[in-house]
């Protein structure tokens, strides 16, 4: 010991390389705390303008956490170096080359590390400046669907507004026209009667005529020969008076008026069935048919008129009887709407 306080003494200008290793330690200590508020001043800022942003920047807290872990050995490694330098004073006479190695390696690696935790640094800056740009075109595209929202609300309000509108069009129009086909309707009845009226006063007061309903009913013998379709003179005589009747209440009734006569032919219930008629269908569609025609042939526009064949499916009288049986053989005409 007293030979180790005889080489201190003995090397008094060895003292100097102690303040100049403080103050190289302390300027390192300085960078490092200016490095390290830089970071977290840095790291605060950045932490407020990606706050609450999407998921992309978890990534990002995740490295930055990372990165202060890196720091908070950077200063366990500092303290022990602290350590390491109380230590070298005690024996600075003794290990003056080792210190200057030890300070040497301690210099180029704290360059290395500031060098690296830089490098990290602007990474950080990097990927926080690609994140910015990511939220803002996130904001923009935002912006825009909101844009495109409110146009949509917008367009759809118009279209409900113009729906309703319509709807009460339509309902306006439909009470219009319910009340235009019921006048309709009572002014066909009124002719109807009417034609019904003149109907019964050329013909007269028959037996083999009746008035069912809507309709007016006469029996096929005053047409037809049994299971014939051709118009004898008796009954050719008979649909003059009604092709007259006809072209009169025609001529009467108003353009705007839809309006036919309807002539349905209908058999008894005793079936046919020949080569000109298999079946009581095609008779009674043959007789409304051939009445039709004969109408026509006497000046009854066709668009008047139509027939129609029920076979003997809709009678008058119940029973298969000679009276069931003539009056069930029966020609209908019907002024009905179109």
């Known amino acids: 010991m007293a030979l180790s306080s005889r080489?201190?003494?003995?090397r008094a200008p060895s003292a100097d390389y102690w303040p100049g290793f403080v103050d190289a330690m302390s300027s390192l200590l300085l960078v490092l705390i200016f490095l390290l508020t830089i970071f977290m001043i840095t790291q605060f800022f950045l932490s407020q303008l990606v706050s609450n942003k999407d998921s992309a920047l978890e990534n990002l807290r995740s490295q930055i956490a990372e990165l202060v872990n890196q720091l908070a050995l950077e200063r366990s490694e500092k303290a022990d170096l602290q350590a390491t330098i109380l230590s070298l004073q005690d024996s600075l006479a003794a290990a003056t080359a080792e210190k200057d190695r030890l300070a040497s390696l301690a210099d180029d690696a704290s360059g290395t590390r500031v060098a690296e935790l830089e490098g990290k640094l602007a990474e950080e800056q990097k990927l926080?400046?690609?994140?910015l740009s990511q939220v803002e075109l996130l904001n923009q595209q935002i912006s825009a669907l909101r844009r495109?929202?409110?146009?949509?609300?917008a367009a759809l309000e118009a279209a409900e507004l113009k729906d309703r509108e319509q709807q009460v069009q339509i309902a306006d129009l439909g009470r219009r026209l319910n009340a235009a086909l019921a006048q309709k309707v009572?002014?066909?009845?009124?002719?109807?009667?009417?034609f019904f009226g003149r109907l019964r006063a050329i013909l007269g007061d028959r037996q083999d005529i009746e008035i069912v309903?809507?309709?007016?009913?006469?029996?096929?013998e005053i047409f037809f020969e049994s299971g014939s379709a051709d118009i004898n003179p008796s009954g050719k005589e008979q649909l003059d008076k009604i092709a007259t009747a006809v072209r009169e209440i025609a001529a009467e009734i108003p353009d705007d008026i839809p309006w036919v006569l309807r002539v349905d032919g209908h058999t008894d219930a005793n079936p046919i069935a020949t080569a000109q008629f298999p079946s009581n269908w095609y008779l009674s569609s043959a007789r409304a048919i051939a009445v039709v025609n004969y109408l026509v042939e006497r000046g009854v526009p066709q668009n008047r008129l139509v027939a129609a064949g029920f076979g003997q499916y809709h009678p008058l009288a119940d029973g298969r009887g000679t009276a069931e049986n003539r009056r069930n053989r029966r020609i209908e005409f019907k002024l009905t709407e179109r």
């Open 213 to 220: 309903g809507d309709r007016f009913a006469m029996q096929s």
């Open 7 to 10: 080489r201190i003494r003995g």
């Open 186 to 194: 009572q002014e066909l009845a009124k002719y109807r009667s009417e």
């Open 128 to 131: 926080s400046s690609e994140a």
């Open 148 to 153: 495109q929202l409110a146009t949509l609300e």
